[in-house]
């Protein structure tokens, strides 16, 4: 069974992988998949700046949603903790036991009787 925290990491990995290969999709084919996205062209040489920049851009997105979605592969794999209530108990009971060393007197002197009250 999958717990609530490993559920939203797997969506926060779907996510980041859906949007990363979208991105990308949409801009090495802008004009095959939306009519918006057209190739600015001019003759001072304005288009390979903008391309200089969009792939500085893309490559800092793209590193963004990586890391995004290691945060929901490392949510989506981390099995869920214990409950409060068990480790509470367990160390409880960790309390609770005797302890088992038994110390032996290191003197050899008799045992003495112990003090009588006074009335």
Known sequence: MVS???GIGGAILAVCVIVAIGYLVLVIFPGQFIGLFQKITSSTGTDTRLDAVLVLVSVAF???LAIGAWIGWTM???PPPKPIEEITSEIE???EEPKAETTAPTTDAPATEPAKKKK
């Open 62 to 64: 793209v590193a963004i």
């Open 93 to 95: 009971e960790k309390k």
């Open 76 to 78: 989506a794999t981390t």
């Open 4 to 6: 609530k925290d490993q």
